[in-house]
């Protein structure tokens, strides 16, 4: 059973930064989302197995960098500039495939954790 654990959310002031943490039971390609009350959940980066390959949605580039250390199969994703419509549960997600973009292409999700940016 493939587990999933993040941690790093919380409460920070618009323009600060928090980085979240995933960390895997095995190494897959990676992939980050959120989502909102009463919104669909949104993808937000992804990221392959070794590294060298990201992807991100227009909302949060250049705000938001997806990374990874396969020595300790855990995921990052570091978050600057942030803005109260960031707010949302986080998720990570773990793909047996290649990801993407779209959330039934991941097999194993995380239990999400909550990001607030306060206004």
């Known amino acids: 059973q493939v587990q999933l654990v993040e941690s790093g959310g919380g409460l920070v002031q618009a323009g600060g930064s928090l980085r979240l943490s995933c960390a895997a039971s095995?190494?897959?390609?990676m992939g980050w989302f959120r989502q909102a009350p009463g919104k669909d959940r949104e993808f937000l980066a992804r990221?392959?197995?070794?590294?060298?390959?990201?992807v991100y949605t227009d909302s949060v580039k250049g705000r938001f960098t997806v990374s990874r250390d396969n020595a300790k199969d855990t995921v990052y994703l570091q978050m600057n500039g942030l803005k109260p419509e960031d707010t949302a549960v986080y998720y990570c997600?773990?793909?047996?495939?290649?990801?993407?973009?779209?959330?039934?292409?991941?097999?194993?999700w995380g239990q999400g954790t909550q990001v607030t940016v306060s206004s």
């Open positions: 997600a773990a793909s047996r495939s290649s990801g993407g973009y779209v959330a039934r292409n991941y097999d194993y």
């Open positions: 095995g190494r897959y390609v």
């Open positions: 990221i392959n197995l070794l590294g060298g390959s990201t």
